[in-house]
Nanobody
Framework: QVQLVESGGGLVQPGGSLRLYCAPS????????MNWYRQDPGKQRELVAT???????NYAASVKGRFTISRDNAKNTVYLQINTLKPEDTAVYYC?????????WGQGTQVTVSS
């Protein structure tokens, strides 16, 4: 069974940066969009960034200009560069990869922004 492995989360001070990584545990095929979501306890999961197979990216208004999503199609890996972090960015970040055969999800990586 394919799993998405995430890394790159951690504790960072306000204004800092992180780079999140997400890669499948084995080869996957017919990959379409790749997404990053986040969820704070007690809140709904929020879509923060999405990137199509052709590289077109879209962002939630709350992160536009600070977050950058990118992908490596050869490795089916998706990245999220997070700059100018704010305390309200604190959440568990999840990646999701859509394929013609179904969607895969990561286990989540914690991002905590605190001084």
């Amino acid at each position: 069974q394919v799993q998405l492995v995430e890394s790159g989360g951690g504790l960072v001070q306000p204004g800092g940066s992180l780079r999140l990584y997400c890669a499948p545990s084995r080869s996957i095929f017919r990959v379409n969009a790749m997404n990053w979501y986040r969820q704070d306890p007690g809140k709904q999961r929020e879509l923060v960034a999405t990137i199509t197979s052709s590289g077109s990216a879209n962002y939630a208004a709350s992160v536009k200009g600070r977050f950058t999503i990118s992908r490596d199609n050869a490795k089916n890996t998706v990245y999220l560069q997070i700059n100018t972090l704010k305390p309200e960015d604190t959440a568990v970040y999840y990646c999701s990869i859509k394929t013609d055969f179904g969607d895969y999800w990561g286990q989540g990586t914690q991002v905590t922004v605190s001084s």
